[in-house]
C-alpha cells in the first residue's frame, strides 16, 4: 500500500473514532446520586409547559440552562448521560 492511501485510511480512522465519541455530564466531586437528583430536577423543569406527541416531551434548551447552572458541564467523555438529543 502506498503511503499517501495508508496516511488517509488512518486520517479517515481517526476522523471517525472522532465523530462516534459523545458528550456527557460531569461536575467535579459530584456523586451518582447528587446527578440523579439534579438531573431528575431538571428533568421536571424541563417537562413544564411542553406539549408533543412524544413519549416524553422535555425543552431540551431548558435542561442544559438547568444541568448547567448545578454546576453539570457537558463534554467529550464525561460521566453521565443526560437527556438524549
Known amino acids: 500500500m502506498c503511503p499517501r492511501r495508508a496516511l488517509a485510511l488512518a486520517l479517515l480512522a481517526v476522523l471517525g473514532v472522532a465523530a462516534c465519541s459523545e458528550n456527557h455530564w460531569t461536575k467535579p466531586g459530584a456523586t451518582v446520586e447528587d446527578f440523579n ?4 430536577a431538571c428533568a421536571l423543569e424541563a417537562q413544564r ?6 413519549a416524553t416531551p422535555v425543552n431540551k434548551r431548558t435542561y442544559r440552562t438547568c444541568m448547567r447552572a448545578r454546576g453539570y458541564q457537558l463534554v467529550e467523555g464525561g460521566q453521565w448521560v443526560g437527556l438524549r438529543d
Open 37 to 40: 437528583r439534579d438531573n431528575h
Open 49 to 54: 409547559g411542553v406539549f408533543s406527541y412524544q
